[in-house]
């Protein structure tokens, strides 16, 4: 990749956010790391609001290749940053920020990594009738990378007004149509989608709220329900598709996805085949 530093000047990476201290990315980007022999140092960086700006001056000047960015500052970083390329300005948030001697860039590997969780050629992609529960940075990341792949997104938010920005944000393309419907999601939405994708923190270990998933919604073979929620990987909305015989597509995929191509924005190089994926594995099973 071009901004490569093969001067090896820029030794330290990290995760931005708040909190950070839960975050797998420093595993499985260390992993790769030390595997290629890369002298890279990857760091939990946490950082309160009021410090964005100075954390940001500091990645600029200090030896930082570069960082990954996570909640809450994905869409907060982007006016400190002096360029976004396509993919950050097509999700409108950033998750990965390089340093390019002093010039802070700003990407979206979120789309990559959530469009990996599909099989290469997936019939679901063709199929293609999307319902997106929640409208947040992830569900904006989300429709960016299915946009030109399927043929219809039906958005369902609390928030019906923010759901259709998210719309308008990302664009149209020719053949996806797209459309709003409020909360909560009804078992006619469910049987009128194909694919179903969890985009609310709804599921997660630690959320007060465990299910959206409507009581008699029927899920059936021909449905792919893929929740970005990967702690715990088995989410209630999961274990049901399974029981209905539902093909299920789990959020660590969208994670490993994510931090292979950020690794190859940082190094310039590709991880480890399967090395991430191992990695969390084992840092799942540890929680
Ligand atoms: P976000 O920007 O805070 O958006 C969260 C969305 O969920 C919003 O639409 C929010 O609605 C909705 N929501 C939250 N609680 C709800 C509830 N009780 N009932 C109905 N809707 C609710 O967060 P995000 O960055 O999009 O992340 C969302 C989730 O995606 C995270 O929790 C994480 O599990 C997952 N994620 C996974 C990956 C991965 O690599 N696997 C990457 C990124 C994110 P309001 O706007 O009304 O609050």
């Given at each position: 990749?071009?901004?490569?530093?093969?001067?090896?000047?820029?030794?330290?990476?990290?995760?931005?956010?708040?909190?950070?201290?839960?975050?797998l990315s420093p595993n499985?980007?260390?992993?790769?790391?030390d595997a290629l022999g890369i002298p890279m140092r990857?760091?939990?960086?946490?950082?309160?609001?009021?410090?964005?700006?100075?954390?940001?001056?500091?990645?600029?000047?200090?030896?930082?290749?570069?960082?990954?960015?996570?909640?809450?500052?994905?869409?907060?970083?982007?006016?400190?940053?002096?360029?976004?390329?396509?993919?950050?300005?097509?999700?409108?948030?950033?998750?990965?920020?390089?340093?390019?001697?002093?010039?802070?860039?700003?990407?979206?590997?979120d789309s990559a990594g959530f469009m990996s969780g599909f099989s290469h050629g997936s019939d679901a992609l063709r199929r293609g009738r999307v319902l997106l529960v929640g409208a947040g940075g992830a569900a904006c990341a989300i429709v960016a990378g299915l946009m030109r792949r399927v043929s219809a997104i039906t958005v369902v938010a609390r928030d019906t007004p923010k759901a259709q920005t998210l719309l308008n944000t990302?664009?149209?393309?020719?053949?996806?149509?797209?459309?709003?419907?409020?909360w909560p999601v009804t078992p006619a939405m469910i049987a009128d989608h194909g694919i179903i994708v969890n985009a609310t923190p709804i599921g997660m270990q630690g959320f007060s709220v465990d299910r959206w998933l409507p009581e008699h919604a029927t899920l059936t073979a021909l449905h792919t329900c893929y929740d970005t929620v990967y702690i715990p990987q088995d989410t209630p909305f999961l274990v049901e598709a399974k029981r209905q015989g539902a093909h299920c597509?789990?959020?660590?995929?969208?994670?490993?996805?994510?931090?292979?191509?950020?690794?190859q924005h940082f190094t310039g190089q590709c991880p480890p085949h399967g090395l991430m994926q191992t990695v969390l594995d084992a840092s799942l099973s540890l929680l």
């Amino acid at each position: 990749m071009k901004n490569q530093d093969p001067t090896g000047t820029n030794l330290l990476l990290g995760i931005l956010g708040n909190p950070v201290s839960h975050s797998l990315s420093p595993n499985m980007q260390q992993s790769a790391l030390d595997a290629l022999g890369i002298p890279m140092r990857y760091l939990h960086l946490p950082v309160e609001p009021d410090q964005l700006s100075g954390a940001l001056d500091g990645i600029r000047s200090l030896p930082f290749r570069g960082v990954n960015v996570t909640i809450p500052y994905k869409q907060a970083v982007m006016p400190y940053l002096d360029q976004l390329d396509a993919t950050a300005q097509e999700a409108n948030a950033v998750n990965v920020i390089l340093n390019d001697h002093g010039c802070l860039i700003g990407y979206n590997t979120d789309s990559a990594g959530f469009m990996s969780g599909f099989s290469h050629g997936s019939d679901a992609l063709r199929r293609g009738r999307v319902l997106l529960v929640g409208a947040g940075g992830a569900a904006c990341a989300i429709v960016a990378g299915l946009m030109r792949r399927v043929s219809a997104i039906t958005v369902v938010a609390r928030d019906t007004p923010k759901a259709q920005t998210l719309l308008n944000t990302v664009g149209a393309a020719q053949h996806c149509q797209t459309a709003t419907l409020p909360w909560p999601v009804t078992p006619a939405m469910i049987a009128d989608h194909g694919i179903i994708v969890n985009a609310t923190p709804i599921g997660m270990q630690g959320f007060s709220v465990d299910r959206w998933l409507p009581e008699h919604a029927t899920l059936t073979a021909l449905h792919t329900c893929y929740d970005t929620v990967y702690i715990p990987q088995d989410t209630p909305f999961l274990v049901e598709a399974k029981r209905q015989g539902a093909h299920c597509i789990y959020g660590k995929a969208m994670l490993v996805g994510q931090g292979e191509v950020a690794f190859q924005h940082f190094t310039g190089q590709c991880p480890p085949h399967g090395l991430m994926q191992t990695v969390l594995d084992a840092s799942l099973s540890l929680l």
